[in-house]
């Protein structure tokens, strides 16, 4: 295979490149369309469930845009291809328009900015263009889109849950090279740290880590001891000694010999950085971890909890805490105040529930200079997408937080009267009122983000994409952020909204009727 021809143009499935060639016989190939890309259900981990998601992948998916053509390599591919007759797949007169139009110049995206707070049925991403080279977009949209935006929510989750900074290293888990967007994307939804060299570097985070058991191993293979391991890490890493504590016997030795080390590291002007506990029960060892650090003068060494956490682990451990602590002496809210958390297996691949069910739909077709609604109709109400074009809107109360999201037709405000009725994406009966003296602010949420080939705007920053997500999380009631059944948060359609849907819905049976 060819360095790069799988990350390209050719990044897609089969049935896209296959609709395209029917779109160009029927002339339909360069006919204005519009997509929408949303997702229908929050993450659903089994005994804990999310009350939001967090957009990220769209800085990805752009950069990918802009390399993306079919150029001779990927064109030669496309003629080797036959049918099950034995005749090529892709014409010649395809592939000869391909050279000529198959990348994504003219192509419009806006967007939900990256680190935003979104919820189901919501527009996240509204691309419109040549049917063609729109459809050919769907597949890589989706691959750059949910796995980021699904790690991005259990990481916002898991931060939220912490008392303190949250460090991913899950890369030896993480699906292939995508743990590179999911430890990007879990910088974006909360954690402060990761152990990922490139990206942190990329990014400009600095890179963290501590060492793993195979260190001390070594030291004892050697007939060494886990103690004199300890003292050779503290010599080459003085200033960033985080000794891993539970290779042999946490309390009968770890905490002992790290003690040791850390004594000579201060009387030699050092401090240490903290031990990190990998196994066992975690509530506990970090009471006692505290108890005899405290009791050596080691009140303010942090003490790093991993194996295997994620939201509800860390809530569960800080919980034991509240109970455990007291029992020694120890103030919970001061062992609280010392932890620090490594999450890996269960963020990278959002244990519980591993893949966002984020979809691309076709809403719109223009015909003769006017955009024409389209809808998909299905048995299964929830999968029955909303008509384009449209406008979002986020609507806050009168405290200032979210309250709603409306999906309007394109040229509607949703505060246009005094009263709003709004309904609910798929199911009929379900409404909310809404007066215009309750809202504070609609903000318009859909930016343009891709225009004429190239991205609209500046690449954002790490800190302004985790600003955004913290800014949203400030303004979203409590009750939608909480870790176990949160509250359902509203995203509506405006009246008009939902009769074109309905229109539409029974327009489809009339044709086929």
């Excluded at 190239?454 to 600003?467: F, K, M, N, S, Y």
Aim: aromatic letters at 8%; charged letters at 25%.
């Amino acid at each position: 295979m060819a360095p790069g021809i799988a990350d390209g143009i050719l990044f897609t499935d089969q049935y896209q490149l296959t609709m395209a060639q029917l779109y160009f016989r029927r002339d339909m190939h360069e006919q204005p369309a519009q997509f929408d890309y949303f997702y229908r259900t929050n993450p659903d981990y089994g005994r804990h469930q999310a009350g939001y998601g967090v957009t990220v992948g769209l800085d990805g998916l752009l950069d990918w845009m802009g390399d993306a053509r079919f150029g001779p390599d990927e064109l030669d591919r496309l003629r080797l291809r036959t049918s099950s007759g034995g005749e090529r797949l892709f014409a010649e007169d395809f592939l000869e328009w391909l050279a000529i139009n198959g990348d994504f110049g003219g192509i419009e995206l806006d967007a939900v900015p990256e680190g935003r707070i979104v919820h189901p049925h919501l527009p996240i991403v509204v691309a419109r263009g040549p049917l063609a080279m729109a459809q050919i977009l769907e597949s890589s949209l989706l691959n750059q889109l949910n796995y980021p935006s699904l790690v991005a929510t259990k990481a916002s989750r898991i931060a939220e849950s912490a008392s303190g900074p949250v460090l991913e290293f899950g890369m030896r888990r993480g699906p292939g090279r995508g743990a590179n967007a999911g430890a990007r994307a879990a910088l974006i939804g909360g954690c402060d740290f990761t152990s990922n060299v490139g990206i942190s570097h990329e990014v400009g985070v600095d890179p963290q880590g501590t060492h793993a058991h195979s260190m001390v191993q070594a030291f004892m293979a050697l007939g060494l001891g886990e103690l004199e391991a300890f003292r050779a890490f503290a010599e080459v890493y003085p200033d960033n000694c985080i000794l891993l504590v539970d290779t042999v016997d946490t309390l009968g030795s770890g905490i002992p010999n790290a003690i040791t080390v850390f004594e000579a590291l201060r009387d030699a002007g050092h401090d240490p950085a903290g031990v990190r506990l990998d196994s066992g029960d975690l509530a506990y060892l970090a009471v006692q971890a505290a108890r005899r650090l405290d009791d050596a003068g080691f009140a303010d060494v942090p003490i790093v909890l991993s194996g295997d956490l994620d939201e509800l682990a860390i809530w569960q451990i800080l919980s034991q805490i509240d109970d455990e602590a007291p029992r020694y002496g120890l103030d919970p809210d001061e062992v609280k105040r010392r932890l620090v958390y490594g999450v890996g297996t269960r963020l990278i691949t959002s244990h519980g529930h591993g893949a966002l069910d984020g979809v691309y739909k076709l809403v719109a077709m223009e015909e003769k200079g006017a955009w024409v609604p389209s809808i998909k109709v299905s048995e299964t109400p929830a999968k029955v997408p909303i008509p384009g074009p449209n406008s979002v809107w986020r609507l806050y109360d009168e405290r200032g937080i979210a309250t709603v999201d409306v999906i309007a037709a394109a040229d509607e405000h949703p505060l246009a009267d005094e009263e709003i009725t709004l309904h609910h994406p798929y199911l009929d009966g379900v409404t909310r009122t809404v007066r215009r003296s309750e809202i504070s602010q609609a903000e318009s949420l859909l930016e343009p983000a891709w225009r004429r080939g190239a991205r609209v705007g500046p690449t954002p920053v790490i800190d302004e994409l985790r600003a955004r997500r913290r800014a949203d999380l400030d303004r979203l009631d409590i009750g939608v952020r909480r870790l176990v059944n949160p509250h359902v948060y509203h995203v509506s359609l405006t009246s008009r909204l939902k009769q074109l849907q309905h229109d539409l819905v029974a327009a489809a049976h009339e044709s086929v009727g």
